[in-house]
């Protein structure tokens, strides 16, 4: 069997479907029979679990199924089966990423979480965010963060703290209601709370998100615009979007093949910024080198591991809050 033909025949089967009112997307699955004893169920059972790692996917349409993607399906369902368990014992962590100057004064934090998980270990995000973004109980997780971060706010207006959320949130809970309550209960200042959110959640939100970023401004948050640069819509959304901080990952540059044109991107970035007023912080930075660059090209904000990596609340207050 060769993908060509299949490929050819995908295409001329949703091209003959496909109007201006629908579009059919179709998907393959595909499991090579190597032992013939084996219950056809379970061929076909794996050849749909190949399919659901092209979930959310526009520019594949096949994928193979191997055993390592049946180990993550099975980690997967445990994760979201031990969630309830891991909300309700603490497991799930606050640590915290300083964000310094470039003489290395900390200004703030950014809180990531952890999963200390009894049986496996410290858990990063990158394991379990998208889990709980497919299952929707992202939003249960972000509450209980942002629930840490402002309760370590309280009593400390020289502090501030950046939290993650996800785009997801939108669509489960009133993200605006459920910050400015948390805030209230604890009666901190809302400029000590950084809010941070993607521009593709922000730009493919249909859930009011652009208008949600306005009130939050209004009430006096610091909205953040992380990873940019790395989705398609970057400088076109900056006209629409109401936002105070520019986060820049190093990272995309690090992928790119033209570190020259790379480096004026982000100079040019820089300057943008500043001319549209928000403020600008570059994450991801690991060297001296990197600082120094940024520090010229007029970046004044750093997060990154040349500083530190993200460390437990009590390592963080002991280094940096005495
Ligand atoms: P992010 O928001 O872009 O966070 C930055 C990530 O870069 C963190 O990974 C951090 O540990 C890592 N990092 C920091 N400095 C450096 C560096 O110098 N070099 C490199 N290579 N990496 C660096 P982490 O903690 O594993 O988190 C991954 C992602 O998971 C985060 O990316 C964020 O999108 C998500 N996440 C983490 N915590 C939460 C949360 O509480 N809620 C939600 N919704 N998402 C979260
Ligand atoms: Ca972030
Ligand atoms: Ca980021």
Redesign the pocket.
């Known amino acids: 069997f060769k993908e060509e033909d299949l490929l050819n025949a995908i295409h001329t089967l949703s091209k003959s479907f496909n109007n201006t009112l629908y579009h059919l997307h179709i998907y393959v699955g595909v499991y090579e029979i190597t032992d013939c004893n084996e219950d056809v169920s379970i061929m076909c059972d794996k050849a749909n679990i190949a399919i659901k790692t092209l979930h959310e996917t526009y520019d594949k349409c096949i994928a193979y199924y191997n055993d390592s993607i049946f180990n993550d399906t099975l980690l997967e369902k445990r994760l979201v089966g031990e969630f309830d368990t891991a909300l309700a014992e603490k497991q799930f962590c606050?640590?915290l990423?300083p964000q310094m100057t470039p003489e290395g004064r900390m200004l703030g934090a950014?809180?990531?979480?952890?999963w200390q998980h009894p049986n496996r270990g410290l858990i990063?995000?990158?394991d379990f965010?998208n889990v709980f973004?497919r299952t929707g109980l992202?939003y249960r997780?972000?509450k209980y963060?942002w629930e840490l971060a402002v309760q370590k706010l309280s009593g400390k207006n020289e502090l501030y703290i950046s939290?993650?959320?996800?785009a997801k949130?939108f669509y489960y809970m009133d993200v605006y209601k459920t910050i400015t309550t948390l805030v209230e209960k604890y009666g901190i200042i809302p400029k000590t709370l950084k809010l941070?959110i993607?521009e593709t959640a922000i730009m493919t939100g249909i859930s009011g998100e652009l208008e949600i970023l306005e009130q939050f401004r209004n009430y006096g948050f610091q909205v953040e615009i992380?990873?940019f640069g790395s989705g398609y819509s970057s400088l076109n959304m900056l006209k629409d979007i109401s936002a105070d901080v520019l986060k820049i990952?190093?990272?995309f540059l690090r992928k790119s093949e033209n570190e020259v044109k790379g480096q004026d991107i982000l100079e040019s970035i820089i300057a943008l910024a500043g001319k549209i007023g928000m403020d600008v912080i570059t994450?991801?930075?690991?060297t001296k080198k990197q600082l120094d660059m940024l520090t010229m090209m007029g970046c004044h904000e750093f997060?990154?591991?040349?500083f530190s990596?993200?460390v437990p609340v009590s390592e963080f207050e002991e280094k940096y809050l005495v």
Request: glycine share 10%; hydrophobic share 35%; charged share 30%.
């Open positions: 606050m640590y990423q950014e809180a990531l979480v952890r990063f995000p990158g965010i973004e992202i997780l972000d963060v939290v993650n959320i996800s949130d941070e993607t992380d990873d990952d190093m990272g994450e991801g930075v690991e997060q990154g591991y040349y990596k993200p």
